[in-house]
């Protein structure tokens, strides 16, 4: 049996951003897409959300002290 690790508590959530949501994304923080931090596609996540090179995710943690951190990641090597 396969654990699902995208239920596991200390994964946050992962969204797959569209093309028009990536945009904006880069328009408000004012940042190019090679300025964005990576994540690998060998990521375990990456691979369990079927995420693409060159997608850019959205990463929502929930934190005791900030309430909800939203992080972005380009997937890349």
Request: charged content about 30%.
């Amino acid at each position: 049996m396969k654990a699902d690790i995208l239920q596991h508590k200390l994964v946050p959530e992962h969204t797959i951003l569209s093309e028009e949501e990536a945009q904006k994304v880069l328009d408000d923080l004012n940042v190019r897409l090679d300025q964005i931090p990576k994540i690998l596609p060998t990521d375990p996540v990456v691979k369990a959300i079927d995420a693409k090179v060159g997608d850019i995710l959205k990463i929502t943690r929930k934190s005791e002290t900030a309430g909800i951190f939203v992080a972005y990641r380009v997937v890349r090597d």
